[in-house]
């Protein structure tokens, strides 16, 4: 084998192992600190002064009360809807926090829009699961849907 080869496989070998220590290391990050929010999902496109708090869902008969964990190590945790959006993950910020090791830091979010209530995916590195299927995109939930996140499966409930 000459030498210029020899180079080569051993360049195209370092630059293998570079790309995945550094895509390991985004991994890491994006799991810590949360995945970035492009500035036009900020609110950075309203006029400052004129912000907007979102309404609360009204109180109407049949409609939930609170998103309870139903399985997993936080069982019987609940949080109650009026202070919707809620957001579910490992970190302090969460109105739902769980101790799974399956769960981001800011993994998913519960809200209300139009009359119904959805669960969102905030680019967590497990997804988030309504019923049996993978959600990519905001997805409408009902009472008593199971929603799950890493081991952990939440409801809406009364």
Known sequence: MSELTLFLIRFAYLAILWIFVLSAISVIRSDMFGARVPETARG?????????????????????????????????????????????????????????????????????????????????????????????QPTTIGLGVPVRIGKTILELRK
């Not at 202070?83 to 739902?96: E, K, M, N, Q």
């Not at 769980?98 to 981001?104: M, P």
Request: glycine share 12%; proline share 6%; no cysteine.
């Open 44 to 136: 950075a496109a309203q006029p400052r002064g004129k912000t907007k708090a979102p309404k609360p869902p009204a109180k109407r008969r049949g409609s939930p009360t609170h998103l309870l964990v139903v399985e997993g190590d936080n069982a019987g945790a609940r949080a109650e809807v009026a202070d919707a959006p809620l957001l579910i993950g490992r970190g302090s910020d969460a109105a739902i926090k769980l101790d799974d090791d399956y769960v981001s830091t800011r993994h998913a979010r519960v809200g209300f829009s139009d009359g119904q209530w959805f669960v969102e995916d905030l680019g967590s590195t497990n997804g988030t699961y309504v019923g049996a299927a993978r959600i990519n």
